[in-house]
């Protein structure tokens, strides 16, 4: 039987304020910096009507990581300054990277009215890897493999990196897994985790107990990390729940960042301004 990994921070996901929005953000908190590669993580949840238009943001630019998009209801456009332009719809994901620098905008399709509600996660670059050519993974909920919950109902899909022998479609720059778990009430599910990986557990709605210690419930507690102390971790659903497990191997190594980049010293960060300012990651209209 595999060693439980112990939990180091139990945390909320409380509202902060992006731009005239109202968004969760339960990673970086004053208590976790980051959750190395794992930068920053925000919960958005909007309805979408003629006099309601949802979060939507102009365009700006990235540097030096991956800024990456789960929609788990309704639809968002998408378009870049590298010509990509497309519309993720629920169980998408979206796994760009940023590298040398990509102007970007996103925000709800023209024609679409309900509710829309994602996670943005910013994955960090090794400082080999900040500068490397912009590109764009539109990985679509069909091409997820699915791995089903033993004696329960609920599935687990694999965005990036394997689980039961299941290998996610999206490639990675460093040893990464992501998965979605929808499970149904009374599921019981241990996962494996690679010894060297950081570990994090966000619950998106539901209400589900981790290693028989602690209970996720939506406006209450909704992260967990972990040490890396034992092999996997165990969930039970008490009630039908969603959930985003992200694990990775850490790159441990100084992050300088100010909005929108994310580098390893302040002269990288002044670059990475300078070039914007000139042109140098395109441009978008």
Same mark, same amino acid.
């Given at each position: 039987?595999?060693? +439980?990994?112990?939990?180091?921070?139990?945390?909320?996901?409380?509202?902060?304020?992006?731009?005239?929005?109202?968004?969760?953000?339960? +990673?970086?908190?004053?208590?976790?910096?980051?959750?190395?590669?794992?930068?920053?993580?925000?919960?958005?949840?909007?309805?979408?009507?003629?006099?309601?238009?949802?979060?939507?943001? $102009?365009?700006?630019?990235?540097?030096?990581?991956?800024?990456?998009?789960?929609?788990?209801?309704?639809?968002?456009?998408?378009?870049? $300054?590298?010509?990509?332009?497309?519309?993720?719809?629920?169980?998408?994901?979206?796994?760009?990277?940023?590298?040398?620098?990509?102007?970007?905008?996103?925000?709800? $399709?023209?024609?679409?009215?309900?509710?829309?509600?994602?996670?943005?996660?910013?994955?960090?670059?090794?400082?080999?890897?900040?500068?490397?050519?912009?590109?764009?993974?539109?990985?679509? %909920?069909?091409?997820?493999?699915?791995?089903?919950?033993?004696?329960?109902?609920?599935?687990?899909?694999?965005?990036?990196?394997?689980?039961?022998?299941?290998?996610?479609?999206?490639?990675?720059?460093?040893?990464?897994?992501?998965?979605?778990?929808?499970?149904? %009430?009374?599921?019981?599910?241990?996962?494996?985790?690679?010894?060297?990986?950081?570990? +994090?557990?966000?619950?998106?709605?539901?209400?589900?107990?981790?290693?028989?210690?602690?209970?996720?419930?939506?406006?209450?507690?909704?992260?967990?990390?972990? %040490?890396?102390?034992?092999?996997?971790?165990?969930?039970? %659903?008490?009630?039908?729940?969603?959930?985003?497990?992200? $694990?990775?191997?850490?790159?441990?190594?100084?992050?300088?960042?100010?909005?929108?980049?994310?580098?390893?010293?302040?002269?990288?960060?002044?670059?990475?301004?300078?070039?914007?300012?000139?042109?140098?990651?395109?441009?978008?209209?």
């Amino acid at each position: 039987m595999k060693t +439980l990994r112990s939990i180091v921070y139990k945390g909320k996901s409380d509202y902060v304020n992006m731009g005239g929005n109202l968004i969760r953000q339960p +990673l970086p908190t004053q208590e976790v910096d980051q959750v190395d590669p794992f930068l920053l993580l925000h919960h958005y949840k909007y309805d979408v009507g003629p006099y309601s238009p949802g979060l939507s943001l $102009s365009p700006h630019p990235h540097r030096g990581f991956e800024p990456v998009t789960f929609i788990f209801k309704g639809e968002q456009l998408h378009r870049d $300054s590298l010509g990509n332009e497309g519309i993720l719809h629920a169980g998408d994901v979206q796994w760009m990277t940023a590298g040398s620098g990509v102007v970007h905008d996103e925000g709800p $399709s023209k024609d679409f009215v309900g509710t829309m509600e994602g996670i943005q996660l910013w994955v960090n670059l090794p400082k080999k890897h900040k500068m490397t050519t912009p590109k764009y993974q539109d990985v679509k %909920a069909e091409k997820m493999p699915l791995v089903a919950v033993k004696n329960g109902k609920g599935i687990i899909k694999v965005v990036a990196g394997e689980l039961n022998g299941q290998k996610g479609p999206t490639s990675t720059f460093t040893d990464i897994n992501a998965y979605i778990a929808n499970l149904e %009430a009374g599921d019981n599910i241990t996962i494996p985790i690679p010894a060297n990986h950081e570990l +994090l557990v966000y619950l998106l709605e539901g209400e589900t107990r981790v290693n028989d210690v602690d209970t996720l419930k939506e406006d209450k507690l909704q992260i967990l990390t972990f %040490a890396k102390d034992g092999e996997a971790i165990s969930l039970e %659903a008490n009630q039908n729940s969603t959930l985003l497990i992200l $694990s990775g191997e850490p790159i441990e190594e100084k992050v300088t960042s100010w909005g929108p980049y994310v580098m390893n010293t302040q002269t990288e960060i002044m670059e990475a301004m300078r070039d914007f300012q000139q042109g140098k990651m395109g441009y978008l209209y």
